[in-house]
């Protein structure tokens, strides 16, 4: 089966621009997540979708990050305006739905984004 | 606050010779625990999980691991190292907490296996 799908795969923008990363989760995968990994780090979570609804976007700076899975598949993680500690790479990972917490969650290659 | 320790930024080991990574964790309950492998320029890929059951959980590429209740432990192990296991490695462990599946990831150990 097909994997986790992501666009762009880098990016470069300028402070105070706005830039938008686009996932694709695998086929059927109804719980999608989004996670900001800097440099040195392990991933950290920003914001979880359960087929279109959000269950956790504690972690997501909302005064510059939205996201979007309106039709329950494809999803928008937007920056607006982008700072340079945003600079990071976008990991889009999916997982069956399933609310025990065994799934195992599929990551996609990833954004990196570089502000400049 | 619950966390995820990786203890050695980077592990060096002969080609043919075992190898181990370490991982400890303090979160409260009985968590679920997962092993991920990253290549440069590509994303996590899953190598193995310990949910309940056996101690030693094996899992892809000839990997398994090893759950330690007592130490809160979940070391990866490998019996005979490749060179193309080189690699960067995440422990990741997801709280049973109500709500939300979030994986707490360590901060990565580079595995450099040498020919």
């Known amino acids: 089966e097909a994997g986790v799908a992501q666009s762009p795969r880098y990016k470069i923008i300028e402070k105070r621009q706005s830039v938008a990363f686009w996932c694709n989760p695998i086929s059927g995968h109804a719980t999608l997540y989004w996670y900001q990994q800097i440099l040195g780090q392990g991933p950290k979570l920003l914001i979880q979708?359960?087929?279109?609804?959000?269950?956790?976007d504690s972690q997501l700076p909302k005064d510059r990050f939205s996201a979007e899975r309106l039709k329950g598949v494809d999803s928008t993680l937007k920056i607006q305006p982008a700072k340079l500690e945003d600079s990071a790479v976008y990991l889009c990972?999916?997982?069956?739905?399933?609310?025990?917490?065994?799934?195992?969650?599929?990551f996609g290659p990833g954004t990196r984004l570089l502000v400049l | 606050a619950q966390s995820v320790a990786q203890p050695e930024d980077q592990v060096n080991v002969a080609e043919g010779n075992p190898l181990t990574v370490k991982c400890t964790y303090s979160v409260s309950g009985n968590p679920y625990l997962f092993w991920y492998v990253q290549y440069p320029n590509r994303g996590l890929q899953f190598l193995l999980k310990?949910?309940?059951?056996?101690?030693l959980v094996k899992g892809s590429y000839g990997f398994e691991a090893e759950f330690n209740k007592s130490q809160t432990s979940f070391h990866l192990k490998k019996p005979s190292a490749l060179v193309s296991d080189s690699a960067l490695y995440f422990c990741?462990?997801?709280?049973?907490?109500?709500?939300?599946?979030?994986?707490?990831f360590g901060t990565g150990t580079r595995l450099k296996v040498l020919a």
């Open positions: 979708f359960q087929n279109n609804g959000v269950v956790d």
């Open positions: 990972a999916s997982s069956r739905i399933g609310m025990t917490g065994q799934e195992t969650q599929y």
């Open positions: 310990y949910i309940t059951g056996d101690n």
């Open positions: 990741a462990v997801r709280p049973l907490t109500s709500g939300t599946y979030k994986y707490i």
